[in-house]
């Protein structure tokens, strides 16, 4: 089968002759039928993780064979999928934490081949079945916008917070939509122009970075930049005892300026380390259309041409690339 | 009178010759009778918060002279004051948490001189009076043992958690006694045999950094490291989901390795920055004498040796060095 594989010589290619995957006992085998580029798919291009394998880790794909003693009734359906695989046995998934699982593998960020290929492995118990209103290029969606629901867990809100979402790429744009839904007074913050239209259209605030303020008068600053300077950012913004979420991750870089944290001891500054998040609030939001992720699709490809979809994915101009068989 | 101030020229000099302080409407002029060095007083002297002029603010002294139609009885006691000198104002001073103030001076840290000098200036409202029974080395502490108990503030114990006070500094120390005193599983890591021998006498468990291994399983760390590299440390002994508690501040420096933030958010960590505490707390401590802060005192100096004094704190096997007129 083809694959998109970010290889040990750090070469991200597609290799048209990858081995196909066997379903462990409790696995399907999936046929993508959309899959999303992230910025961690970038990120992994640039040494983050030190993963090597096939990339890829947003998609709906429909179940095609299933490990054997497996329920087959999975066969046929049209499925999304939690990227954790988790041990079930570890403190953590005792705990009621399998997303820390300590021996966990992350689809296509960790010890296990990614889903930019015609076919891919999961655990049954990762899948949820796609209602059929629910369409491919809605349900693609579903694994960046549990992560941006995940900020919701994490978060306490009282009185009517003022927040920023600091960003307007893929992720923030979706953090944007989720913290809109809440009791708060919510503004984008980003670089782009043509980006934060997209807030115009949907009712949410927006600011371009270089017109904010550093007030330091924000009780929540969503850091979704993607980049290094994004806390330093955050924490000119965020008032004193405030809070950050953090949901970048960038690749350990020498060129990277050192961050300064002494603010965040200065002004008692909370940051939260925010990741995966949960499958069923989001996939029902899109069943609800709450959020509107096809004004999101910049550009799509085929998996054929991965490798180009990935360096057009990274262009400062687009925000979400898919990807198709 | 004499002072030892941090001057422009980013040296550390004594001067026989400062100004004395004239007290403003609310204030009160306070003798020092011990001083005590604190880590921040180091980290000034390599740049931390550009501050220049009289250093030091922990201290218990004695009200020579207030402001003019201020109360005359203040005079002759024998005080403790808050560091954070405010406006009354601004949003964070109505809102309740005035040690954050837009607009505050900080005692010997930023925008007004500190009190390792023969007389220095606060507003009355920042002093206690010190109880007779509370000697003058205990009162010292109440300025980093009231930094120790903010964490206790910041944080819900819940169940028995386990805890590691990162640091045998001066404040590790204090931290690991105060910590100990809640429901929960406390161990002091450092580098120092003879510092950490000191937890052996208060019965707090105690373990050398190179013996520990990092497994990701305490629940809370308290980073007192005072280093750099304590929070990268810090992140390797959390549970995912756990918290950090940072108390370190260090100079920005070229030199300091960048600290990967990634595994703050792969393992959802929660970072929390703590700085001044409640005096109260700290003063009611020393006089039921729940904390040892005696043998935390390692050197004694006259104010006159100001300068080699504070050479001496900044070597490794120093804990606290106290200085007096």
Chains 1, 2 share one sequence.
Not at 115 to 127: E, S, V, Y
Not at 202 to 216: F, I, P, S
């Amino acid at each position: 089968m083809q694959a998109l594989v970010f290889d040990a010589d750090n070469k991200l290619k597609l290799d048209p002759n990858y081995q196909d995957p066997q379903p462990g006992v409790d696995e399907a085998v999936i046929r993508p039928l959309r899959m999303g580029v992230c910025a961690t798919d970038l990120e992994i291009c640039r040494g983050y993780m030190g993963f090597t394998g096939v990339l890829g880790h947003e998609f709906v794909g429909v179940v095609e064979q299933v490990g054997k003693k497996s329920a087959k009734d999975w066969i046929g359906k049209r499925v999304v999928g939690t990227i954790n695989c988790v041990c079930g046995k570890c403190d953590m998934c005792r705990g009621g934490l399998p997303e820390h699982c300590r021996d966990r593998t992350v689809l296509g960020i960790a010890g296990r081949d990614g889903c930019f290929a015609d076919l891919f492995t999961l655990p049954l118990r990762n899948l949820l079945e796609v209602p059929e209103h629910v369409d491919d290029d809605h349900a693609v969606f579903t694994e960046p916008l549990a992560a941006a629901y995940q900020i919701v867990r994490q978060l306490t809100i009282e009185g009517r917070p003022f927040v920023t979402v600091l960003g307007d790429g893929r992720l923030g744009l979706l953090c944007a939509q989720v913290m809109s839904q809440l009791n708060a007074t919510v503004r984008c913050v980003g670089k782009h122009t043509d980006k934060l239209a997209l807030c115009e259209k949907w009712g949410v605030k927006h600011r371009l970075l270089e017109d904010v303020g550093m007030r330091a008068d924000q009780d929540i600053v969503v850091d979704c930049t993607g980049s290094a300077s994004g806390l330093g950012t955050a924490m000119r913004m965020v008032r004193p005892r405030g809070k950050i979420v953090l949901k970048t991750t960038v690749a350990p870089n020498a060129k990277n300026p050192p961050v300064d944290l002494s603010p965040l001891v200065v002004h008692e500054i909370q940051l939260i380390g925010s990741r995966c998040g949960p499958f069923t609030e989001a996939l029902s939001a899109l069943s609800q259309q709450k959020v509107d992720v096809l004004s999101l699709i910049s550009r799509r490809a085929k998996l054929a041409d991965g490798v180009d979809a990935l360096n057009t994915a990274a262009q400062p101009d687009i925000v979400k690339v898919l990807l198709e068989p």
